[in-house]
């Protein structure tokens, strides 16, 4: 199904590649946020694996199912960055040649940039929140376009909805609107909605 020309331009002014350093050398790789689709397609890949490998996912093998779901994950993520292609041509070369240790530098390097795309409110300022809600509000489309966790979707709603709320309550006062964003921001950091 090809891409709507809208997602497409969306996706041109995502910055969802970066180049790092394989542990423990000069070499430059691309690292790439995967999409759902893919993210999907490693989960989905995981679970056959360990079918036909005859290996029940249980107490004593959830480690190894997460090292795989890693595994994975970095298959897709990883590309040579003269080519624009995979590190290696199969999940079994990729497999055999990597490391524990290089697997574990690469996810922790491949989490960390997938939580700078999409940011959770967990890991912001209150003064980052004011700013990125400010954001979306100047362009609620192309931001809210963008894939952010759960936490943040809540504490985005949580937030507009007490401005609005806030805004109607004092709308025969004479209250500014940075008065509506001040009593806001408070109630959010307080937990007092």
């Known amino acids: 199904m090809p891409e709507s020309s809208l997602l497409s ?37 995981t679970e056959r694996h360990f079918k036909t490998s005859g290996v029940d996912v249980n107490l004593a093998t959830a480690s190894t199912y997460e090292e795989e779901q890693a595994t994975q994950t970095l298959y897709r993520a990883l590309r040579d960055p003269a080519v624009n292609a995979p590190v290696a041509k199969t999940i079994s070369e990729f497999r055999a040649a990597v490391t524990r240790e290089e697997k574990g530098a690469l996810i922790d390097e491949y989490l960390a940039f997938e939580r700078d795309c999409a940011p959770s409110p967990e890991n912001l300022t209150a003064d980052e929140f004011d700013k990125f809600l400010t954001e979306v509000k100047k362009n609620a489309a192309e931001m809210l376009s963008a894939s952010y ?45």
């Not at 394989?22 to 759902?36: A, E, K």
């Not at 709320?165 to 950091?189: F, K, N, P, R, Y």
């Open 149 to 193: 966790s759960t936490s943040m979707l809540k504490k985005l709603c949580t937030s507009l909805v007490s401005q609005l709320a806030i805004a109607l309550s004092h709308s025969s006062s004479g209250l500014t609107e940075s008065h509506v964003q001040s009593d806001s921001s408070e109630l959010i950091q307080t937990g007092n909605l």
């Open 9 to 45: 331009r969306i996706k041109l002014g995502t910055a969802n590649t970066r180049l790092v350093k394989w542990p423990g050398t000069d070499q430059l790789v691309t690292l790439r946020i995967l999409s759902l689709q893919e993210r999907q397609e490693a989960a989905f890949a």
